[in-house]
């Protein structure tokens, strides 16, 4: 893990440190911000995989729901003769 630069200080800091252990100054914030930009999708990507499955849900339960009324029909068939 190679070190980082201190925004404010200049001094050498690991980019997991919360805070600059010379002038406390935040650190982990700004590293944190670039991982996160290369990782995980911002607040937009968030709503919209928020949103997508909120549309799809409905029509899993659905799916589910048609499933598992064919396999009652099947029990019933099965069990009738
Ligand atoms: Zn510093």
Redesign the pocket.
């Known amino acids: 893990m190679a070190l980082i630069d201190?925004?404010?200080?200049?001094?050498r800091?690991s980019p997991r440190a919360p805070?600059?252990?010379?002038?406390?100054?935040p650190?982990a914030a700004a590293g944190r911000a670039t991982d996160q930009r290369l990782v995980t999708p911002g607040l937009l990507g968030r709503l919209a995989t928020v949103l997508g499955a909120w549309l799809v849900f409905p029509w899993v339960v659905r799916l589910l729901a048609f499933l598992a009324g064919i396999a009652l029909l099947a029990v019933m068939f099965a069990t009738a003769r």
């Open positions: 201190c925004p404010d200080c200049g001094h800091v805070t600059c252990p010379n002038c406390g100054a650190i």
